[in-house]
């Protein structure tokens, strides 16, 4: 069965940097379009990074444009989202999403990302 595993967050002080890893079994990861979604405390879910199935085309919301990265590893069936310059709202639960040839998508158990001094 399908499995994302997301692992990574933790605390990080403002002006600093994490990487998310998003571990995924059970199924082919190279047929998969890859995304990264957060959810902060009493807001509602948003996307943050998509990568297609080949690695080519990232696709970053306005607010994390230039501070993070996603990318994907298909040999190891991970996806990434590197994150610098990290500001106190960037806290949120981020959230590891496949699409595997349009069925989906598919939701890891998240990952807690805490900006704070």
């Known amino acids: 069965q399908v499995q994302l595993v997301e692992s990574g967050g933790g605390l990080v002080q403002p002006g600093g940097s994490l990487r998310l890893s998003c571990a995924a079994s059970?199924?082919?990861?190279?047929?998969?379009?890859m995304s990264w979604y957060r959810q902060g405390t009493g807001k509602e879910r948003e996307l943050v990074a998509t990568?297609?199935?080949?690695?080519?085309?990232?696709n970053y919301s306005d607010s994390v444009k230039g501070r993070f990265t996603i990318s994907r590893d298909n040999a190891r069936s991970t996806a990434y989202l590197q994150m610098n310059s990290l500001k106190p709202e960037d806290t949120a639960m981020y959230y590891c999403?496949?699409?595997?040839?349009?069925?989906?998508?598919?939701w890891g158990q998240g990952t807690q990302v805490t900006v704070s001094s």
């Open positions: 990568i297609s199935m080949i690695g080519g085309r990232p």
């Open positions: 059970g199924f082919t990861f190279s047929n998969a379009a």
């Open positions: 999403n496949a699409v595997i040839l349009g069925l989906g998508p598919y």
